[in-house]
């Protein structure tokens, strides 16, 4: 009887024990898979953490595009409004001069007997366009848009200048530019403002490198070159304090001869200008009898290419000549700003 008991009693516990087992190894098997999922929670979470990092550097970095570029209007609008003034100040110059005269000659006409009417003051320039040389100048190519510039000016036996910058895959067109008997300039390497202007040693840099590059094209050491922005240029402030008033003197000393332009066409204005704009602003001739005017043969300028050939019939009915810029062609200065 004893025995039964107690063998009764043993079944109880060892039935017990294997509820016990059987419940821990449950347990066991829970926290295995709640772990297993945690963890492909923690991997899925970095991995989108990392996705969002990289998806903001990549607006920020887009953003800073952008601002550059906002910037490079609103620089190019801002030198074509100061070349506009300095013309139009020009204008009332030469104006008032003319009235002193006038004034002069008739006092002294009521004075004295009939004298010589008086020479025009026209050294500075006249409204005679048939006096004019129109020298067209394109920056920032080459690009997709320059073959179509260079043959609209074969087809109107025009030469003009280019002023250029490291095209990549178009900078062959550079031995084109030479080949037809246009000026190849020196503009910029990178275009970039922040770049170039944040040091007088950086731009320096970046003027070396795109002598070198046209050299290698085109075999053409050339001295002409136009300031990123232009010599009247402000948004180099930002970067390097007088750096403008210091790499006009250093480029000149250096032998560089640097041209602005005393016309804009406008193509530099924000988004597409309409070509009927460009035609329009192509025709506020100044009073200078140079005249150099201020395009883009960039990859987005189509509408200049759209514009060109009524610009250039306006000039050829009103009497210009048309001419590249060379060594003697007299500088056009706007007034150093920074
Ligand atoms: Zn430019």
């Given at each position: 009887?004893?025995?039964?008991?107690?063998?009764?009693?043993?079944?109880?516990?060892?039935?017990?024990?294997?509820?016990?087992?059987?419940?821990?190894?449950?347990?066991?098997?829970v926290t295995a898979v709640k772990n297993k999922n945690f963890r492909a929670n923690g991997d899925s979470a970095a991995q989108a953490y990392a996705s969002l990092s990289e998806e903001n550097a990549s607006i920020n970095e887009a953003r800073a595009k952008e601002a550059e570029s906002y910037q490079n209007q609103i620089q190019e609008q801002g030198a074509a409004f100061s070349s506009e003034k300095d013309a139009l100040n020009q204008t009332i110059a030469d104006l008032n001069k003319q009235i002193s005269?006038?004034?002069?000659?008739?006092?002294a006409e009521k004075a004295t007997a009939p004298t010589p009417s008086p020479a025009p003051a026209e050294q500075q320039g006249s409204t005679d366009l048939s006096a004019k040389t129109i020298y067209l100048t394109f920056d920032?190519?080459?690009?997709?848009?320059?073959?179509?510039?260079?043959?609209?000016?074969?087809?109107?036996?025009?030469?003009?200048?280019?002023?250029v910058k490291n095209g990549g895959k178009y900078n062959h067109y550079m031995q084109d530019i030479v080949a037809q008997g246009h000026t190849i300039a020196l503009h910029t390497y990178t275009h970039s403002y922040s770049?170039?202007?944040a040091s007088d040693e950086a731009y320096l840099n970046d003027l070396q490198q795109i002598s070198d590059l046209v050299y290698n094209e085109t075999g053409v050491r050339t001295k002409?070159?136009?300031?990123?922005?232009?010599?009247?240029?402000?948004?180099?402030?930002?970067?390097?304090?007088?750096?403008?008033?210091?790499?006009t003197q250093k480029v000149t000393e250096m032998g560089y001869l640097y041209y602005d332009w005393n016309l804009s066409s406008g193509d530099a204005a924000g988004g597409t200008v309409p070509a009927s704009t460009i035609i329009n602003n192509c025709r506020k001739v100044p009073r200078n009898n140079t005249v150099i005017v201020l395009m883009h043969d960039a990859g987005d300028k189509q509408t200049t290419v759209e514009a060109l050939p009524e610009v250039i019939a306006y000039y050829k009915a009103a009497g210009c000549s048309f001419a590249a810029i060379d060594e003697n062609t007299p500088p056009i200065h706007q007034k150093v700003a920074n």
């Open positions: 009887m004893k025995a039964v008991k107690q063998n009764r009693i043993l079944k109880g516990v060892l039935i017990a024990c294997a509820a016990v087992i059987l419940i821990l190894s449950v347990a066991l098997a005269i006038k004034h002069a000659s008739q006092a920032d190519g080459p690009s997709a848009r320059t073959p179509e510039v260079l043959q609209i000016l074969a087809d109107n036996g025009v030469k003009a200048t280019f002023f770049g170039i202007y002409i070159m136009r300031f990123p922005g232009g010599s009247s240029n402000t948004v180099s402030k930002k970067y390097n304090q007088g750096v403008m008033t210091r790499m």
